[in-house]
Each structure stands twice: as structure tokens, then as C-alpha cells.
């Protein structure tokens, strides 16, 4: 079993938020952005949602990029037809006699299982009978949330949860719907909350906390009773280590085997992070130094002023053109400026939504980018 180290008190601390309170709760939604592969839907699995459960709350998990090849709504409609099939009474799934079949998200339906053809639910209707039946406030926790935007059925579903959760918390003594969003970008979360005509205009996106030394102790405490005495792990190499790795449990206990079990031992790491730490970012950036060398000298430009800009990113305006064109040394046009970007979304470096702005595809390889002067150039 793979180790996890649980955050209780993060838990305790996030299930707080996502209440009616009128000082503490995100009524809102609540919008966390942590990069991949640091822990974060570990989390929410693991002990966000006993957590809530614990409260007597009904938490609902759909991670978007479970099945990239399907559609987003189709994935957050298929998660309300589960729902509403475990809450079924006995006599209906005996009679398979529920008050729809079919459960609508943007023109997308999924079926319930096994029963009698009786219409379809919206969205929202498919949420109050839940929060009914369940006799409890619901938490509907999306996974990479920005992933919704890639579809027209995506972003119908997120304009229809907002939706929803206007009728359930309006209504007098009846289950309310907290929402919680999570994703790997803070650009792309960003997407669903920075114009007016986006749902959730106006909500803030905060960092997700990522694993930090209390996470590290736990592992060593845990590993070194398993090593011969001379060589145990100091938590401190083992945390240089983590920080190096951008705080990735799978990247760490990776490097934290290879020295381990190696000749070397526990000094081979120590060594690894004092005087070869570009060893260890290079297990994350690699891909990413192959990627940017094949690009030529426009996408270059255009990459790096799109991570200068971030979400504010404008590559039409006359000022970025104006500054694209300086970086270049040369007159470009808005053309070529779009031909570039086209260019990089088809080499998996730029993401673009349905509708939204521009962001980088992965975190990473801005840090990358940044980390060395000259790889800029």
C-alpha cells in the first residue's frame, strides 16, 4: 500500500469553509490550485472527504482527468447518476422507480442503472433530490476543474452548478450545496473565476498547502527502522531533496530508493543535494529543456511573454505585440503572433479552454524557464 501521510487538521480546516458561515465560509466556491503529483488528491480522497462525511455531510468527488477522451460533463453527470443510485431505496431498485432515468449536463446524458425510462433530470434537479434524499448538506468536490472549460457541456455544467447552488441555498430548512474546486494551474483555475463572463466571476483562488516536514519526519521515521545503521536518512537531506523535486511524494521515493538501497547510502543523497541538486530537478525538467529547444525563435518569445504575463496575458493587444516584437527584434504581426500560439497548444506547451485566456500547460516549465538566465535566450 502506498504511503500517506494524513492531514487531518487541513481537513478539519477546508470542511470549515465550506459552510453557510458568514466570517469563515467560501459561499462562493472554494478554489485551491496545487501543481500535479504533490498530494493533493490524495487529500481529498483520503481525508477531506471522511472528514466530511464525519459531519454528517454528503460529499460527491469527480476527477476530470480520470478519462481524458470523455467529455468533462459527461463525467460530472455520470458522478450525480451514482449518487442518486446508492441513496435509491430498496423498493426502487427492486420496482426501478425513480423520479427520472437520465441525468442532463450541457446536452450530455448519463443513465441511471436499471431503471424505467421516465425522463430526464437538469443538473440542479438531479442536486436537490440528492441533498432530499440524503437529508444533508452536499459537497460537490471537481478535481482539475479547469478541465471543464475544455467542453461546451463542461462549461454548462459549471454555469449550472453555480446554478444549483443558488436554488439549494436559498430555500429555508433544506440541504444546502458547497462547491470545491481544485487544479493543477493557478492560470487555468483562474479561468473559471477572472472575467464576468465566466461562473464564478469574482471567487478567489488560493494555494493549495503542499506536504511539508511533517510529511518528511513520518517518511524517514518510517523507512529508516527498515535500513542497516549506517545508513539512515537525515530528514533534512530528505527534505533539500523534496524541495529540489517541487514537493513530490512519487519523485522523492523514488530518489530516496535509488540512494537508500545503493552503495552510497544515505551520504550519496546528502551529497546528491549539497553539490549535484541539478541531478534531481532534472528528473522534472527534462522534458521540458527537449520541448523548449525544438521551438523556434517566435514561440520562444511569445512562451516566455505569455509566463511574464500570466493570467493577464493579451497576445493581440497592441502593447504585447508592441513588446513580442522588441523580444524578437523584428516587426511581427498579429498573424504570426496566432500562428505561434497554435503552433505550441499543438505541442502540448500552451492550453487554451473552450473560451478563457491563454496559460502554460504545465507549472513546471515556467519554474524551469526561470530558474536559469540562459535558458530564455
Do not use: C
Amino acid at each position: 500500500m502506498a504511503f500517506h501521510f494524513p492531514r487531518l487538521d487541513l481537513a478539519k480546516a477546508i470542511a470549515d469553509q465550506l459552510s453557510p458561515d458568514p466570517l469563515f465560509g467560501a459561499s462562493a466556491g472554494l478554489f485551491l490550485a496545487a501543481p500535479r503529483r504533490t498530494g493533493k488528491s490524495s487529500f481529498l480522497r483520503l481525508d477531506l472527504v471522511p472528514e466530511l462525511e464525519r459531519r454528517g455531510r454528503l460529499p460527491i468527488y469527480v476527477d476530470l482527468w480520470t478519462d481524458k477522451a470523455r467529455d468533462p460533463g459527461e463525467l460530472i453527470a455520470e458522478a450525480l447518476a451514482q449518487t442518486i443510485d446508492r441513496l435509491a431505496t430498496r423498493a426502487e431498485r427492486l420496482w426501478r422507480n425513480l423520479p427520472f432515468s437520465r441525468i442532463t449536463v450541457g446536452g450530455i446524458a448519463a443513465d441511471l442503472p436499471k431503471t424505467t425510462p421516465r425522463g430526464s433530470a437538469t443538473l440542479a434537479q438531479a442536486l436537490v433530490e440528492i441533498g432530499d434524499r440524503a437529508q444533508s448538506d452536499v459537497v460537490f468536490i471537481i478535481d482539475e476543474a479547469q478541465q471543464a472549460l475544455a467542453s461546451k457541456a463542461g462549461v454548462d455544467a459549471m454555469f449550472a452548478l453555480k446554478a444549483a447552488r443558488d436554488q439549494m441555498n436559498q430555500r429555508q430548512g433544506a440541504p444546502h450545496l458547497f462547491l470545491l474546486f481544485t487544479g493543477s494551474h493557478r492560470d487555468k483555475l483562474a479561468a473559471l473565476v477572472l472575467t464576468h463572463k465566466q461562473p464564478f466571476y469574482g471567487a478567489r483562488v488560493q494555494d493549495f498547502p503542499r506536504l511539508g516536514r511533517g510529511y518528511i519526519d513520518t517518511l524517514v521515521a518510517q523507512m529508516n527502522p527498515r535500513l542497516a545503521p549506517e545508513n539512515q536518512l537525515d530528514p533534512s537531506d530528505v527534505m533539500r531533496a523534496f524541495e529540489l523535486l517541487g514537493h513530490r511524494p512519487e519523485k522523492l521515493l523514488d530518489v530516496v530508493r535509488d540512494h537508500a538501497l545503493g552503495e552510497a547510502g544515505s551520504a550519496g543523497l546528502r551529497q546528491t543535494v549539497t553539490e549535484r541538486a541539478d541531478l534531481l530537478r532534472a528528473r522534472i525538467w527534462q522534458q521540458h529543456q527537449s520541448d523548449y529547444g525544438l521551438l523556434g525563435d517566435l514561440q520562444r518569445v511569445v512562451l516566455r511573454r505569455l509566463i511574464a504575463d500570466g493570467p493577464a496575458f493579451a497576445p493581440f493587444s497592441a502593447p504585447t505585440l508592441a513588446q513580442i516584437a522588441t523580444d524578437l527584434g523584428t516587426p511581427i504581426t498579429t498573424s504570426e503572433v496566432q500562428k505561434a500560439l497554435d503552433d505550441l497548444r499543438d505541442k502540448s506547451i500552451v492550453w487554451r479552454p473552450e473560451r478563457g485566456v491563454y496559460a502554460l500547460e504545465d507549472q513546471d516549465m515556467r519554474d524551469w524557464l526561470l530558474s536559469d538566465g540562459t535558458a530564455g535566450q
